[in-house]
């Protein structure tokens, strides 16, 4: 379960649609730029203090925390959900529309090892609806 500012969003339901085939969200990949615009502007991680502590209020990562990652993570792809027009972090073209809902660390984890894209998988506001409680 993912929780954002009050709203959960069962990300293992998700997962579980996915893998039946029930769910096809559209497929998508994040670049290095967004990688690092993410990394420093929403989970507010710095390059020069890979092990802070600190605690990003909008994604619950720890820098210290996502260097135990295993490699082998990067082969799910992250999720990212509609959370309701202006209610999210990341603007596709139309507004900060979406929050990513699984992945967080891989991400944090990407900034770190300059990894250069991250396969991401995009549900829509009609998809997303089911999984919000």
């Known amino acids: 379960m993912f929780t954002y500012f009050g709203v959960e ?4 339901s998700i997962l579980d649609d996915m893998a039946s085939g029930r769910l096809r969200p559209t497929k998508s990949v994040f670049q290095r730029e967004f990688i690092e615009s993410f990394a420093t502007q929403v989970q507010g991680l710095r390059k020069d203090a890979p092990h802070s502590t600190g605690v990003s209020l909008m994604t619950g990562v720890r820098a210290a925390d996502v260097h135990q990652v295993p490699d082998e993570a990067y082969e799910q792809p992250l999720i990212l ?3 309701g027009r202006g209610k999210g972090m990341v603007n596709l073209g139309d507004g900060a529309n979406f929050v990513l ?7 944090g984890k990407a900034f770190f090892t300059g990894r250069t894209n991250l396969d991401v998988v995009i549900l829509s506001q009609a998809q ?3 999984y919000k409680r």
Do not use: E, F, L
């Not at 969003?9 to 293992?12: A, K, M």
């Not at 809902?101 to 991400?107: A, E, L």
């Open 81 to 83: 959900a509609h959370m």
């Open 128 to 130: 997303a609806r089911k």
């Open 101 to 107: 809902v699984d992945g967080n660390k891989r991400m």
């Open 9 to 12: 969003v069962d990300v293992t």
